[in-house]
């Protein structure tokens, strides 16, 4: 059966500083894959999403940015965390556009 | 660009009555719909889906859902809630032109849902 897993739950970072948030995805290939932010009030935000490696499509600019190195990895990256960067991420993955997506456990940022 | 709207924010329920909760989405194209609910503290989950066929779709718990073409509508329904059924729903759509085809997956902003015992 598939999997997916994001990590970490929960980060405090100062602004400032870099991040980068993982995902992974078990038991399928070339899945498409997806970042939200969530925030109360403002539903699910789709940040980055990807059809294949190298490929990402972006849907808001900001401070931010995706990689997928591998066919099941997705990274969530930043240079320099705002405090604006603080929220809930979440990473999904569907097979196909015919499918729903699947959602990990999610990240929640604090930038202190 | 695709859009999905929720009008509703924030719906107060006593336990057996009915509910529904509306959503509309703006895209020229096909598209797939979806509704999610998040529990408290638990992830996001599939309620139900719809691609093609039957306008009515049902999904788990009870809930369904019609697909309204003209009026780009896709409301969940539920004839007789239950305090379990607090949560948060999400409406979905899928579809939109990119590089790489319709795989653009876009939510609304949820609604929230209290059910009184």
């Known amino acids: 059966s598939q999997t997916i897993h994001q990590w970490p739950a929960t980060l405090v970072q100062p602004v400032g500083s870099p991040l980068s948030l993982e995902c992974t995805v078990e038991?399928?290939?070339?899945?498409?894959l997806y970042w939200y932010r969530q925030a109360a009030g403002r539903g699910l935000q789709l940040l980055f999403y990807?059809?294949?490696?190298?490929?990402i499509s972006s849907e808001v600019p900001q401070n931010l940015s995706a990689s997928r190195p591998q066919d099941r990895q997705f990274i969530l990256s930043s240079k320099k965390l705002l405090l604006s960067d603080s929220g809930f991420y979440l990473c999904?993955?569907?097979?196909?556009?015919?499918?729903?997506?699947?959602f990990g456990q999610g990240t929640r940022l604090t930038v202190v | 660009a695709q859009s999905v709207s929720q009008h509703n924010h924030h719906v107060i329920l006593s336990e057996a009555a009915s509910l529904e909760l509306g959503c509309n989405y703006s895209?020229?194209?096909?598209?797939?719909l979806f509704w999610y609910v998040q529990y408290p503290g638990q992830h996001l989950q599939l309620l139900l889906k719809?691609?093609?066929?039957?306008?009515l779709v049902k999904g788990i718990k009870g809930f369904e859902a019609e697909f309204i073409k003209s009026k780009f509508s896709f409301n969940l329904r539920k004839p007789s809630v239950q305090w379990s059924d607090t949560a948060e729903y999400f409406c979905?759509?899928?579809?939109?032109?990119?590089?790489?085809?319709?795989?653009?997956?876009?939510f609304g902003t949820g609604t929230r849902l209290t059910i009184i015992p």
């Open positions: 999904a993955w569907g097979q196909g556009w015919d499918t729903e997506a699947f």
């Open positions: 895209y020229g194209g096909t598209v797939n």
């Open positions: 719809y691609f093609s066929g039957d306008p």
């Open positions: 979905a759509v899928n579809g939109g032109r990119s590089n790489f085809g319709n795989e653009k997956l876009t």
């Open positions: 038991g399928t290939s070339n899945p498409n």
């Open positions: 990807s059809v294949g490696i190298g490929q």
